[in-house]
């Protein structure tokens, strides 16, 4: 398994402002994940961060908008840029270990955003 | 492409009850199956998996067993108790991708 730290677990931000979504793991990880869960909806994924290279986006998602790093194999930011209210949702992120045997995710407990 | 169905909530049960969640998938090839919880306030929890057909995934008292023939994968709990309130969610997985049906909130009531 894989324990993942995610922070900050809430945050209440005013319109036009940035936030930085951090997510550390306790293990060296390959795929890592970002997803947005709308209230009272399923998990939409946004990207996929892999070390060492630009993250891959889901349509309907944009680097200008959610820009994300991935510096090791064992941390991860997303920031969620010129914020609306629209975009108050909470944020997942997740990883799957390193073997490629073990299909399961992992996820962090999750920030809880609302735009004012 | 891959998906994930599962029936609407919320579903409210009283203690002791028998719990079915019904899950249905489309997927090419052979996914894996889960079922996920996510108790309010925290992030989502592995409930229980299984990897191939007819594989019977099994945790604290849930079950779901991984049927090809009708592209299901039920969750079954033979008496629910007030702390299974939560919301359940069924995915799949599938060259490298995970699918998330839309949640299935569950009431407990003492």
């Known amino acids: 398994s894989a324990v993942i730290s995610q922070k900050p677990s809430r945050d209440i931000c005013q319109r036009g402002t940035s936030l930085t979504i951090q997510c550390q793991v306790d293990s060296q990880v390959t795929m890592m994940f970002w997803y947005r869960q709308q209230p009272g909806q399923s998990l939409t994924l946004i990207a996929t961060?892999?070390?060492?290279?630009?993250?891959?986006?889901e349509s309907g998602f944009v680097i200008d908008k959610f820009p994300i790093s991935r510096p090791n194999l064992t941390f991860s930011t997303l920031t969620v840029s010129n914020m609306s209210p629209e975009d108050s949702s909470i944020y997942l992120c997740s990883v799957q270990p390193a073997r490629p045997q073990d299909t399961e995710a992992f996820f962090g407990q999750g920030t809880r955003l609302t735009v004012v | 492409g891959d998906s994930v169905t599962q029936m609407e909530g919320p579903v409210t049960l009283s203690e002791e009850a028998c719990l079915t969640i019904n899950c249905t998938y489309t997927a090419t090839g052979y996914p894996s199956l889960f079922w996920y919880v996510q108790y309010p306030g925290e992030g989502l929890q592995l409930l229980l998996k299984?990897?191939?057909?007819?594989d019977k995934g099994s945790n604290k008292g849930f079950e779901a067993t991984y049927r090809k023939e009708t592209t299901s994968f039920h969750l079954e709990k033979g008496s629910v108790q007030v702390s299974d309130s939560a919301v359940y969610f069924c995915?799949?997985?599938?060259?490298?991708?995970?699918?998330f049906g839309s949640g299935t909130k569950l009431n407990v009531k003492p």
């Open positions: 961060a892999n070390q060492g290279s630009e993250a891959t986006y």
């Open positions: 995915a799949l997985y599938n060259f490298n991708k995970f699918y």
């Open positions: 299984a990897t191939k057909a007819d």
